[in-house]
C-alpha cells in the first residue's frame, strides 16, 4: 500500500473514492489494520484508492485532520471527507462504508 505525503495528498485525494490510513510504523494495531486495508483493496480493485499517511513523517498533515489517535481512517469523495473512523475497523464495517459511496 502507497505511503503519501503532504505534497502528493491534495493530488491523491481529489478524484474518486479514496480511503486514507493515518498510522505509524510503531503501532501496533496500525500493523493490525494494514492487511485488512489490503484485503479491502483487492476486493474493490480500482473502485477505490487507499493510501497511507505516517503521522510521524507528516505531521502538520495529521494535525490539519484532527488526528489525535491513530489508526484514523478518513473516506474522501472526490477531495471531500465523508466519514472518519478512529481504531480498528473490521473488513466488512469498512467494506460497508465504501460501498455507501460507489454508484
Not at 12 to 22: A, I, N, R, S
Request: glycine share 6%; with cysteine; net charge negative.
Amino acid at each position: 500500500m502507497e505511503i503519501i505525503t503532504e505534497k502528493e495528498f491534495e493530488n491523491k485525494t481529489k478524484k474518486g473514492v479514496v480511503l486514507v490510513d493515518f498510522f505509524a510504523t510503531w503501532c501496533g494495531p496500525c500493523k493490525m489494520m494494514s492487511p485488512i486495508l489490503e484485503s479491502v483493496q483487492e476486493e474493490f480493485g480500482e473502485k477505490i484508492s487507499i493510501f497511507k499517511v505516517d503521522v510521524d513523517n507528516d505531521e502538520k498533515l495529521a494535525r490539519s485532520f484532527g488526528i489525535m489517535s491513530i489508526p484514523t481512517m478518513i473516506l474522501f469523495v472526490d477531495g471531500q471527507k465523508k466519514e472518519k473512523h478512529v481504531g480498528l475497523w473490521s473488513k466488512q464495517d469498512v467494506v460497508d462504508t465504501i460501498s455507501k459511496y460507489l454508484p
